[in-house]
């Protein structure tokens, strides 16, 4: 329910994509999530759980910004 504003891809393990306290995917390398926290300022309708060690390359609304 938190508002976001970035973007995270899965640089190396896995996540899981949890609603409501139930697992309904799973995001491994190359998988983003949290992109639409960029643009619609909606709060967040799903929870990420890190089901191995994990690495993410966080992108937030500033940084996209200056790179696009």
Do not use: W
């Not at 190396?12 to 949290?34: C, P, S, Y």
């Not at 709060?43 to 500033?62: G, H, N, W, Y």
């Amino acid at each position: 329910g938190e508002l976001g504003d970035t973007l995270y891809v899965v640089i190396q393990g896995e996540v899981a994509v949890m609603v409501n306290g139930r697992e309904v995917a799973k995001l491994g390398i190359g998988e983003h999530f949290g992109e639409l926290a960029l643009v619609d300022h909606e709060p967040r309708s799903a929870d990420i759980v890190a089901k191995v060690d994990t690495t993410l390359l966080c992108v937030d609304r500033q940084s996209l910004r200056e790179f696009c």
